[in-house]
Antibody
Framework: EVQLVESGGGLVKPGGSLRLSCAAS????????MNWVRQAPGKGLEWVGR??????????DYDAPVKGRFTISRDDSKNMLFLQMNSLKTDDTAMYYC??????????WGQGTLVTVSS | EIVLTQSPGTLSLSPGERATLSCRAS???????LAWYQQKPGQAPRLLIY???SRATGIPDRFSGSGSGTDFTLTISRVEPEDFAVYYC?????????FGQGTKVEIK
């Protein structure tokens, strides 16, 4: 059974940093393309970015609002996905979901971790 | 960036009725790479449909997707009590991936 468990969320001040983690199990993590998707309270879904598998280059792509501030990385030896978030803004307040990518859509989701950016 | 517009915003139905949800793209979605998700309160979204019309694993056949190019539809043939939720479309034909704003299917 596929399991994705996010952690690392919490309250942070504007301008601060936070690192989210996603522990994966039940599938071949090293071959998977992984994504982060977020959802502001009471709002819709927003793609944050993705990281390809190392065999496909391990490259990353980001949505414009987070490009240059957020960095996605992976540790295939530990089946872990990370999201380093710097220069956080109040608009970054959201539930952050880790997902697997299936031909570009998202077939497995974690339960999410809540990030609140507030002074 | 492809903008997806979903309509209606809210759909009020009784169990057993047919639900028709629309998703319109601001430009053609490459290869009809359009997905639909269901999200219930307090839960993560669940993939229902990919490639505009293919059901994901374990999805009941009362859910069907259709359309191509810029106009897509999710149909629930007979709404069950567990189908009351918010539904999102998403395009994955180009970067950045984008979602529609959602359609809420509520009990009438």
């Amino acid at each position: 059974e596929v399991q994705l468990v996010e952690s690392g969320g919490g309250l942070v001040k504007p301008g601060g940093s936070l690192r989210l983690s996603c522990a994966a199990s039940g599938f071949s993590f090293s071959n998977a393309w992984m994504n982060w998707v977020r959802q502001a309270p009471g709002k819709g879904l927003e793609w944050v970015g993705r990281i390809k598998s190392k065999i496909n280059g391990g490259t990353t792509d980001y949505d414009a609002p987070v490009k240059g501030r957020f960095t996605i990385s992976r540790d295939d030896s530990k089946n872990m996905l990370f999201l380093q978030m710097n220069s956080l803004k109040t608009d970054d307040t959201a539930m952050y979901y880790c997902t697997t990518e299936f031909w570009g859509c998202y077939n497995n989701w974690g339960q999410g971790t809540l990030v609140t950016v507030s002074s | 960036e492809i903008v997806l517009t979903q309509s209606p915003g809210t759909l009020s139905l009784s169990p057993g009725e047919r639900a028709t949800l629309s998703c319109r793209a601001s430009q053609s979605v490459s290869n009809d790479y359009l997905a639909w998700y269901q999200q219930k309160p307090g839960q993560a979204p669940r993939l229902l449909i990919y490639g505009a019309s293919s059901r994901a694993t374990g999805i009941p056949d009362r859910f069907s997707g259709s359309g191509s190019g810029t106009d897509f539809t999710l149909t629930i043939s007979r709404v069950e009590p567990e189908d009351f939720a918010v539904y999102y479309c998403q395009q994955y034909g180009s970067l950045p991936r984008t979602f529609g704003q959602g359609t809420k299917v509520e009990i009438k």
